[in-house]
Nanobody, 128 residues
Framework: VQLQASGGGSVQPGGSLRLSCTSS????????VGWFRQAPGKEREGVAC????????YYADSVKGSVTISRDKAKNTVDLQMSSLKPEDTAVYYC??????????????????????WGRGTLVTVSS
């Protein structure tokens, strides 16, 4: 499974960004997909994830209320809408997937070791 995260960039504090995770040749709807981030000098941490097949979501406490994860089955993407961005949100953001679980609702948490497939990250910089 090849994943690609895109949509990163530079934004001022309080701004918004929408990241997108795409897959080549695989139905992302069959996979649990998570978004993770890694800031300089820090460990990789989970941000949000969405179940396979259905739309059950889970968010890290640190981003609840400012982040929304969603799946677009037609586009075969999993997006991460981020708003009210803060400088501490600066990080490389990765999407990851686990599966496949076709036709099955699988709910997972945000442990990076639980995901087998990782894409290249996209850099988000929040700075004035």
């Amino acid at each position: 499974v090849q994943l690609q995260a895109s949509g990163g960039g530079s934004v001022q504090p309080g701004g918004s960004l929408r990241l997108s995770c795409t897959s080549s040749g695989f139905r992302l709807a069959d996979y649990v997909v998570g978004w993770f981030r890694q800031a300089p000098g820090k460990e990789r941490e989970g941000v949000a994830c969405i179940s396979s097949t259905a739309g059950t979501t889970y968010y890290a406490d640190s981003v609840k209320g400012s982040v929304t994860i969603s799946r677009d089955k037609a586009k075969n993407t999993v997006d991460l809408q981020m708003s009210s961005l803060k400088p501490e949100d600066t990080a490389v953001y990765y999407c990851a997937a686990e599966g496949p679980y076709p036709g099955t609702v699988v709910v997972m948490g945000l442990g990076p070791d639980d995901y087998d497939y990782w894409g290249r990250g996209t850099l988000v910089t929040v700075s004035s």
